[in-house]
Every structure is written in structure tokens, then in C-alpha cells.
């Protein structure tokens, strides 16, 4: 089973500023790497895939990158809006396909 | 647009089963697998089972291997996980949702049911 871990586990960042978010698996998954947002009493919904490749209605001000095994999730300004846990999620090789414990992002 | 509802959640006491439904519109159903997460309270996302578009394969977390199933009715547009032997520790939201890639399972998850507690 392939271990996906995220830090920090809170995030606190200033609005308008820069939230970088890093999430490290245990072997490689190669680009078979999603992202998911979710917002306090609501479903998780999908921001990014494959790495880089951003969801339908993602704004563009989140991004992703990395390869193999460290990936980051950045919002290069982050609004009220963006209060909620990320999620990393690997499918590269599967049964199961895992999560990241989540990291908790919080305006300072 | 997709929707995907849910139906079927409870309180049930340990050793009981229960039976949750997903019904899919919005979208070819029949073309896309599907997929169960649930997330116990205030905790993290944690993959439970994937059916093929077809119904024809079946994967499972290795904590519910054998106690719970997964199908679906493409006639009826619905998914269901049917969850037997249920267990203190299965106590979560449930969240249906449709596999990103098509006919072709690639394990992302681009559209999430609203979720339904299950407490045991």
C-alpha cells in the first residue's frame, strides 16, 4: 500500500499571500496525483489531477506540481474562500487508493 | 449538470447491515466506474470499494473485504454499497462518487454525492 503523507497538518496564511502545500508518498506514483478541497459540512471536491491538470471551475490561482514522490498544492493568493482541508490522493497503483491525512488551511 | 444523491444512512447496531444507494444523473452512467470513500468523524478520506462501468469488476479496501459489496444498476442509473457485519470502527460519512476516467477506472474522483452517516 502506497502511504501518502502531508504537512504542515494547519496551514496558516495571510489573504492576498502565498500558501505552499506538500504532500509526500511513499513510492513513486509517478503523475497519478489529485488534489481535493473540502470545505467545513461539505462533499470533497476535486481541484486538480494528474498533478498539474486543474479541475473543471478551479481557479487558477491553484496549481500543482511535482513527479514521484514529492508533489506541492500551491494558491498563489489565497482568498477567504480558500479555508478548508486539501487532500493528496494517489492512483497510481491500486487497490486501495489512498489519501493524505489532509492539511488544514486557515487565514492568519 | 452531474448530480449524484445519496440515500440509505442510519444508526445500526453492530452485526447488522445496512444498504446504501447513489442514484447518478447528469451524465452517461453506464461509461463511467464508480466509487465509495467514507471519513469518520473528524477524520480523514479513506477509500472503500470501485465498481467498473460494467459491474463486471470489483476492488475493495482491505477493511471491508468481505463484508461489504459493491454494485450497480446501469438500467436505473444507481450504485450501491451494501455493507454487512457492520463494525463500531465503520461508523462514518459515506461518500459516493464517479471515477474520473471513464470506461477505463483511474481511481480520481471528479464528482462527490452530498455523503450519508452511517453510525454503528
Known amino acids: 500500500e502506497i502511504v501518502m503523507t502531508q504537512s504542515p497538518v494547519t496551514l496558516s496564511v495571510s489573504p492576498g499571500e502565498r500558501a505552499t502545500l506538500s504532500c509526500r508518498a511513499s513510492q513513486s506514483v509517478g503523475t497519478r496525483l489529485a488534489w481535493y478541497q473540502q470545505k467545513r459540512g461539505q462533499s470533497p471536491r476535486l481541484l486538480i489531477y494528474?498533478?498539474?491538470t486543474r479541475a473543471a471551475d478551479t481557479p487558477a490561482r491553484f496549481s500543482g506540481g511535482g513527479s514521484g514522490i514529492d508533489f506541492t498544492l500551491t494558491i498563489s493568493s489565497l482568498q477567504s474562500e480558500d479555508v478548508a482541508v486539501y487532500f493528496c490522493?494517489?492512483?497510481?497503483?491500486?487497490?486501495?487508493?489512498?489519501f493524505g491525512g489532509g492539511t488544514k488551511v486557515e487565514i492568519k | 449538470q452531474i448530480e449524484l444523491v445519496q440515500s440509505g444512512g442510519g444508526v445500526v447496531q453492530p452485526g447488522t447491515s445496512l444498504r446504501l444507494s447513489c442514484a447518478a444523473s447528469?451524465?452517461?452512467?453506464?461509461?463511467?466506474?464508480m466509487q465509495w470513500v467514507r471519513q469518520s468523524p473528524g477524520k480523514g478520506l479513506e477509500w472503500v470499494a470501485l465498481v467498473w462501468f460494467d459491474g463486471s469488476n470489483e476492488h475493495y479496501a482491505d477493511s471491508v473485504k468481505g463484508r461489504f459489496t459493491i454494485s450497480r444498476d446501469n438500467s436505473e442509473n444507481t450504485v450501491f454499497l451494501q455493507m454487512n457485519s457492520l463494525r463500531v470502527e465503520d461508523t462514518a460519512v459515506y461518500f459516493c462518487g464517479r471515477d474520473g476516467g471513464g470506461v477505463i477506472a483511474q481511481g480520481a474522483v471528479d464528482s462527490w454525492g452530498q455523503g450519508t452517516l452511517v453510525t454503528v
Open positions: 494528474d498533478v498539474s
Open positions: 490522493q494517489q492512483y497510481n497503483e491500486w487497490p486501495p487508493l489512498t
Open positions: 447528469g451524465f452517461t452512467f453506464k461509461h463511467f466506474a
